[in-house]
């Protein structure tokens, strides 16, 4: 008898429509009793014939003597990862007669199979959710631990299951298994106090740094901070997170998606519901920093989607490592081609480095016994790292001066978190109102040129002024639409739907390192 269910695979960060055809026979004596699955699946899907035979015959379900071929379609899609096991194993039951096969093509089902029968979790559930509701079916049966996820979805019915059993029993109707349903937000990872004490009330003195963090957080810009060791680099960019405005529900969503596939979803929490902060090492690799591998997963850029990709010691970065941040810094998503398969994950992200003036990290910054010990050579060097067309995608550039200890010794706290992230979603309100026909478009920063020369006309003063600033600083005509947006979000900060001369040059003041770092 044959039979078909639907599932899906994950191709990005969304979801394709898999249908799961197995065909069984009974084995006569000239005949052996095997399993076939065809369908270009990795070693993964291969290898669930014998998990998926063991949990069978584990849960009560006996199908020896059976001659099983299993397709894949279509054939032509790369198959990869061990949650088809519980949509073959209820292809071969409904295939034998014990499910029926009207009510087994209206679920579609994903999930890995312990030899026991248990149902394991598996990643980009919430993605297979928003298939499911795409294709229209009665719902979703998923593993216990990725009901939480999924259930966000709500146009459409999770199923959540422990078992073999309590698949086969809800399609037969004698077990009745209420839908899930998401946790409240209260429950999730937007619990109260989320950064564990990290406030901007901490940081002493850096009022031009921490200016530079509000514009950056209110319009979605790359910061680049230069300063010694010890001037607050770190320490600024661990309290960016906390001035960021809320998730909206689409990002949250997003966001979701990209950890569950990556398989770095904490399942209790469910929905993301706060923007991520990334922080890799320096000796990370591009495939670490990008994605990729033999079989595509998001890198550090997509982990850090609607969030913040934080590289300390820039500099240190291979150079290489570098070089490949251009183009999801361009245009927001990372194209990852292999020879059998072309992927896309969404990558739009806060790019924030900091990196010191040289090498031993004093240059410029000397004081009493303290002095630069690298020559010229080493610090060109150094300098070099970075490219221009890089240096050109950072929208600002900030100088950090060391710490004055009157500035340390100062009892008065600095302005909180709270206060300057409610001057942020204000800034981000009136971004939302003014793209609220756009619906790919959150931020200033990811304005294209058609929005800035609808949003960002200049009145005569501020023309000229930006005009001299270009012929000054030889600035190219990317860092010209950079000046324009950051203007944009300086003026969205003042409350102003009008571009002045005095956003230009606060712009045009975060440029100053186009041509040289220190």
Same mark, same amino acid.
């Given at each position: ?99 029926? =096969? ?57 199923? =959540? ?44 003195? &850096? ?47 997003? !966001? ?7 398989? &770095? ?69 990372? &194209? ?82 709270? !206060? ?99």
């Amino acid at each position: 008898m044959h039979s078909r269910l639907p599932t899906f695979a994950v191709l990005g960060i969304d979801a394709l429509p898999i249908d799961v055809e197995v065909d069984c026979q009974d084995a006569n004596s000239m005949d052996t009793a095997v399993w076939t699955i065809v369908g270009l699946g990795d070693a993964a899907v291969k290898e669930s014939r014998e998990r998926v035979k063991a949990a069978l015959k584990n849960s009560g379900f006996s199908v020896s003597q059976r001659r099983v071929t299993v397709n894949l379609a279509p054939a032509d899609v790369r198959k990869m990862g061990a949650h088809y096991d519980l949509p073959i194993a209820l292809g071969v039951l409904t295939s034998t007669a014990r499910i029926p =096969p009207e009510r087994a093509a209206r679920y579609a089902a994903v999930g890995e199979l312990g030899l026991d029968g248990g149902i394991k979790a598996v990643p980009g559930a919430l993605s297979m959710a928003v298939g499911a509701a795409r294709a229209r079916l009665d719902g979703l049966i998923v593993p216990e631990d990725n009901a939480q996820e999924a259930a966000f979805v709500a146009e459409t019915a999770v199923i =959540p299951v422990r078992s073999l059993v309590e698949a086969v029993g809800f399609l037969r109707g004698e077990l009745e298994i209420a839908p899930a349903r998401p946790a409240p937000a209260a429950e999730g990872n937007g619990a109260r106090d989320p950064w564990n004490g990290v406030d901007m009330r901490d940081v002493r003195g &850096q009022e031009n740094a921490k200016r530079a963090l509000e514009i950056s957080a209110a319009g979605g810009h790359n910061l680049l901070l230069i300063g010694a060791p010890g001037s607050g680099k770190t320490m600024l960019a661990k309290r960016l997170p906390t001035i960021l405005p809320e998730m909206t529900f689409g990002e949250s969503l997003e !966001t979701t998606k990209i950890f569950s596939i990556a398989g &770095q979803l904490d399942r209790r929490e469910g929905l993301i519901r706060r923007r991520p902060f990334r922080s890799p090492h320096h000796t990370a690799s591009s495939a670490a920093i990008i994605g990729g591998t033999a079989s595509p997963r998001p890198g550090e850029v997509s982990l850090a989607h609607n969030g913040v990709l934080f590289l300390d010691e820039f500099p240190e970065f291979d150079r290489r490592v570098l070089e490949v941040l251009r183009q999801p810094l361009e245009d927001g998503v990372v &194209q990852i081609s292999r020879a059998q398969l072309s992927l896309s994950f969404p990558a739009n992200f806060i790019l924030f480095a900091a990196m010191n003036p040289c090498p031993c990290g004093y240059f410029g910054a000397e004081r009493g016994e303290r002095r630069c010990t690298c020559n010229p050579m080493q610090i060109t060097r150094y300098r070099g790292k970075i490219s221009g067309p890089l240096l050109d995608r950072i929208d600002l550039h900030v100088d950090v001066a060391p710490v004055a200890i009157e500035d340390l010794h100062r009892r008065a706290e600095g302005e909180p978190s709270k !206060t300057v992230r409610a001057r942020v979603q204000s800034a981000r309100a009136r971004q939302q109102e003014r793209f609220r026909d756009r619906e790919s478009l959150h931020c200033n920063a990811q304005m294209l040129p058609a929005d800035m020369r609808r949003f960002c006309e200049l009145d005569g003063p501020s023309e000229a002024l930006l005009e001299q600033a270009m012929k000054a600083l030889d600035l190219s005509a990317r860092a010209y639409d950079r000046i324009l947006k950051v203007a944009r979000t300086i003026a969205d900060l003042d409350g102003r739907d009008a571009i002045a001369p005095e956003h230009i040059s606060e712009a045009v003041g975060y440029r100053t390192l186009d041509r040289g770092v220190g």
